[in-house]
């Protein structure tokens, strides 16, 4: 395969890239795959990747278990930042399911539209992963409203740059052509890759130089080692996956799972680096009480009562509970009643 800068030519020769259908050196034609795995009809409406189709479905239902842990630590550094970068993977997964599989057809009017939304959200989400990177530097605190809307207003930019060049490329207005994709170009291979090596990058000198633990360091090369096996998956040895295994797969189904396995590689880092304050958590995990030794509800006495320091006069008393020609002991310390002893009661040299 031979990669040209700003030409889909050899890649979508070997990969069935989403955008492949709507560009090409050929005006209006599209670039088709040499090799692509073989579609299933069902109840009249043909399939195109169903395996791969079934890969979206398991990473979205993984996508929402890892939301649903991250919002779990209710105290954990970053946290509003990282969920908002799984919910966009999340959205991602749902769009490419529906543009690989061919629901939405590559000859309808929709489809470059679909195709311009989910260009922009790629490149939105690499740009969430990469203000993420900055997050654990505390150049704004985690959380508040200027961390959350920088990401925020970054996200959204990247997101309607992106979606303009690409729907720009895809119909040939204000100065785009399918036939020269060089934007889309950049921002649909080479941006991703501009964005993970600076994460990985920022990633390594925060464990480094604030963390005593070096396990973290294991899970950022996990998902650098998924993230390019994908990439050399998809763009080298596509073709090849697809003749041995007679078109039931091809490289797409391997990138689809390689990335799912490097997205769960970045929750598992976050994971490791941010620990939850239980003073102030709230969740399933059980949470450790010191309990006072003068509190009133371990100290046995009668609630409502009031707790008085002994003093001399009394401190060899040993009163009981129970009432006894009125009251006695402990009990008797309540608002309204002059003080111990009673001499009412017959109290004489500590006897009755």
Same mark, same amino acid.
């Given at each position: 395969?031979?990669?040209?800068?700003?030409?889909?030519?050899?890649?979508?020769?070997?990969?069935? #890239?989403?955008?492949?259908?709507?560009?090409?050196?050929?005006?209006?034609?599209?670039?088709?795959?040499?090799?692509?795995?073989? =579609?299933?009809?069902?109840?009249?409406?043909?399939?195109?990747?169903?395996?791969?189709?079934?890969?979206?479905?398991?990473?979205?239902?993984?996508?929402?278990?890892?939301?649903?842990?991250?919002?779990?630590?209710?105290?954990?550094?970053?946290?509003? !930042?990282?969920?908002?970068?799984?919910?966009?993977?999340?959205?991602?997964?749902?769009?490419?399911?529906?543009?690989?599989?061919?629901?939405?057809?590559?000859?309808?009017?929709?489809?470059?539209?679909?195709?311009?939304?989910?260009?922009?959200?790629?490149?939105?989400?690499?740009?969430? #992963?990469?203000? =993420?990177?900055?997050?654990?530097?505390?150049?704004?605190?985690?959380?508040?409203?200027?961390?959350?809307?920088?990401?925020?207003?970054?996200?959204?930019?990247?997101?309607?740059?992106?979606?303009?060049?690409?729907?720009?490329?895809?119909?040939?207005?204000?100065?785009?052509?399918?036939?020269?994709?060089?934007?889309?170009?950049?921002?649909?291979?080479?941006?991703?890759?501009?964005?993970?090596?600076?994460?990985?990058?920022?990633? #390594?000198?925060?464990?480094?130089?604030? #963390?005593?633990?070096?396990?973290?360091?294991?899970?950022?090369?996990? *998902?650098?080692?998924?993230?390019?096996?994908?990439?050399?998956?998809?763009?080298?040895?596509?073709?090849?996956?697809?003749?041995?295994?007679?078109?039931?797969?091809?490289?797409?189904?391997?990138?689809?799972?390689?990335?799912?396995?490097?997205?769960?590689?970045?929750?598992?880092?976050?994971?490791?680096?941010?620990?939850?304050?239980?003073?102030?958590?709230?969740?399933?995990?059980?949470?450790?009480?010191?309990?006072?030794?003068?509190?009133?509800?371990?100290?046995? *006495?009668?609630?409502?009562?009031?707790?008085?320091?002994?003093?001399?006069?009394?401190?060899?008393?040993?009163?009981?509970?129970?009432?006894?020609?009125? !009251?006695?002991?402990?009990?008797?310390?309540?608002?309204?009643?002059?003080?111990?002893?009673?001499?009412? =009661?017959?109290?004489? =040299?500590?006897?009755?």
């Amino acid at each position: 395969m031979t990669i040209k800068f700003g030409s889909f030519d050899g890649l979508c020769q070997t990969a069935a #890239l989403v955008v492949c259908p709507l560009v090409g050196s050929t005006a209006g034609q599209g670039v088709e795959p040499t090799c692509y795995s073989r =579609n299933v009809q069902v109840g009249g409406t043909l399939i195109f990747q169903p395996s791969t189709c079934f890969v979206h479905i398991v990473a979205i239902i993984m996508t929402a278990i890892m939301i649903y842990h991250v919002r779990s630590k209710y105290t954990a550094v970053g946290r509003k !930042e990282i969920v908002m970068f799984f919910y966009m993977f999340a959205v991602i997964e749902l769009l490419a399911m529906f543009l690989d599989s061919g629901v939405i057809p590559t000859a309808s009017g929709a489809y470059p539209w679909f195709a311009a939304v989910y260009t922009g959200l790629i490149a939105a989400a690499y740009c969430c #992963l990469l203000i =993420n990177g900055f997050v654990g530097f505390q150049f704004a605190e985690d959380g508040t409203p200027l961390s959350l809307w920088l990401l925020r207003l970054s996200c959204l930019a990247v997101f309607g740059v992106a979606f303009f060049v690409a729907i720009a490329t895809f119909k040939g207005f204000a100065g785009f052509a399918p036939t020269k994709p060089l934007g889309l170009w950049i921002i649909y291979i080479l941006w991703p890759l501009i964005t993970v090596v600076i994460y990985v990058v920022l990633q #390594l000198i925060l464990v480094i130089r604030t #963390l005593d633990d070096r396990w973290p360091i294991g899970d950022i090369l996990f *998902g650098v080692a998924f993230f390019t096996v994908a990439q050399i998956v998809l763009f080298a040895f596509s073709v090849t996956i697809c003749d041995a295994v007679k078109h039931y797969i091809d490289g797409l189904f391997f990138f689809t799972l390689a990335m799912l396995l490097s997205v769960m590689m970045v929750y598992k880092y976050w994971d490791s680096i941010t620990k939850e304050d239980l003073e102030f958590s709230v969740g399933s995990k059980a949470a450790v009480w010191e309990l006072s030794p003068k509190d009133p509800l371990l100290a046995g *006495g009668t609630p409502g009562a009031v707790d008085y320091e002994p003093d001399d006069n009394q401190s060899s008393y040993q009163g009981t509970a129970s009432l006894v020609g009125g !009251e006695r002991g402990r009990d008797y310390y309540r608002p309204g009643h002059a003080g111990y002893p009673p001499a009412s =009661n017959g109290y004489e =040299n500590g006897r009755y």
